[in-house]
């Protein structure tokens, strides 16, 4: 199986490769639109900041590009928010293949701290992604934007309100939490993405 990480100006390429490499999973991090065409699996991570990272996609002409693609996609964090129709983040038009707004946290509670930060609880599964999931289960999260509960919600997770803790629609996944820093659970959700 061909797996692909679209590389581009948002961080954790490397932490997602290292984590597919421990899965015995060897992936090509390139920008090369004809490799990623030929990729069975595609992985779209980001951390980073929502304007500027659109900003480079366009120029790129990976904008498009993304939104057109066949095969199953995975977008991990930033790479989530950024497959949504806008973001609160520099007010930034994003690709829409979800269209739900991506908003700012805001606390309601001095003890409310943004960004949410470590591990929470996923639940309300609704995606071959969770396949094997009976309860609910811990993964890493490091975020200040959120997506909030939708028609594509393939998660849940609750932090100051409840949010979409994963997004799916059609060909397209998405994690708010990082499933490679999220151990055992973010493996087998990793091995469930490959494996659709």
Request: net charge negative.
């Amino acid at each position: 199986m061909d797996v692909a990480i679209i590389k581009y100006n948002a961080g954790n390429i490397r932490s997602v490769d290292y984590a597919l490499k421990r899965i015995g999973v060897e992936a090509v991090i390139t920008d090369d639109k004809d490799k990623l065409l030929k990729a069975d699996k595609i992985i779209f991570p980001g951390v980073g900041e929502a304007e500027t990272t659109m900003r480079h996609l366009r120029v790129n002409q990976l904008d498009t590009f993304i939104k057109d693609l066949k095969q199953p996609v995975l977008g991990i964090c930033l790479g989530m928010q950024l497959m949504c129709a806008t973001s609160e983040e520099g007010n930034t038009d994003c690709l829409g293949i979800f269209d739900v707004p991506v908003k700012r946290f805001i606390a309601q509670k001095h003890t409310d701290k943004v960004p949410h930060m470590g591990w929470n609880t996923i639940s309300h599964y609704k995606s071959d992604l969770f396949k094997g999931f009976t309860h609910d289960e811990f993964v890493y999260f490091v975020h200040s934007f959120y997506v909030p509960v939708c028609e594509e919600t393939a998660a849940q997770t609750d932090y100051i309100h409840p949010f979409s803790a994963a997004l799916h629609k059609d060909n397209f996944y998405a994690t708010q939490f990082h499933p490679e820093k999220s151990g055992a659970a973010g493996e087998h959700i990793l091995r469930n993405f490959l494996n659709i």
